[in-house]
């Protein structure tokens, strides 16, 4: 049986897309990832980014799914490259200035 989980949030078109890392998290699968949605007039004005950092996490039978969300608009792009994901006491660390 084939599951799948599209990026999708109601009333946001997403522009890019891209994959932090996949990690074990106790009994859990946690898949980070993010994206950048079509800015508004006033984020062009304001040379903002709608970004989102995304959390998916799974059962180990992916019968499970779950999904946290951190928005936040910026001026600059985050770029996996640039990042440094792990995790740390049942959390997730993510530096985007590594």
Do not use: W
């Not at 949605?37 to 499970?64: C, G, H, M």
């Not at 792009?77 to 660390?93: E, K, N, T």
Request: negative net charge; hydrophobic residues 40%.
């Amino acid at each position: 049986m084939l599951k799948s989980y599209p990026l999708a949030m109601q009333g946001v078109e997403f522009r890019g897309h891209g994959v932090t890392g996949i990690y074990e998290m106790g009994e859990r699968i946690a898949f980070v990832h993010f994206a950048f949605a079509a800015p508004s007039e006033q984020n062009i004005a304001a040379k903002l980014t709608p970004s989102y950092v995304l959390l998916d996490t799974f059962s180990r039978d992916f019968s499970e799914h779950k999904r946290s969300v951190l928005a936040y608009e910026q001026r600059e792009i985050f770029f996996a490259a640039s990042a440094l994901c792990y995790p740390q006491d049942g959390h997730f660390v993510l530096n985007t200035r590594y």
